[in-house]
């Protein structure tokens, strides 16, 4: 089974950029839909944003416009190119397969503040 990793995150003040990426140890061409999810101190896991194998995106309606996904699949990484940064963006951003979710990686953790 391909295990994903997680990278990028810090911490970056408002209105900032980070780009978060996540490493497959195999090959990605062959997983459909992959998504980030984000998980806030005491919330459960909430999808912001996934992309198909053919590159069709959608995105949560608060990040819309401000977060951009995409998926290299030569590098077998999909990335999160995330702007304008807001407090409310905060916690740990994990990528996964959807709709089948595989066990969860360590995330990588993101926080905005000033």
């Known amino acids: 089974q391909v295990q994903l990793v997680e990278s990028g995150g810090g911490l970056v003040q408002p209105g900032g950029s980070l780009r978060l990426a996540c490493a497959a140890s195999?090959?990605?061409?062959?997983?459909?839909?992959i998504g980030w999810y984000r998980q806030a101190p005491g919330n459960q896991h909430e999808l912001v944003a996934f992309?198909?194998?053919?590159?069709?995106?959608d995105y949560r309606d608060s990040v819309k416009g401000r977060f951009t996904i995409s998926r290299d699949n030569a590098k077998n990484t999909v990335y999160l190119q995330m702007n304008s940064l807001k407090p409310e963006d905060t916690g740990v951003y994990y990528c996964?397969?959807?709709?089948?979710?595989?066990?969860w990686g360590q995330g990588t953790q993101v926080t905005v503040s000033s």
């Open positions: 195999g090959s990605i061409s062959s997983i459909t839909v």
């Open positions: 992309i198909s194998r053919g590159g069709s995106t």
């Open positions: 996964n397969t959807l709709p089948n979710l595989m066990s």
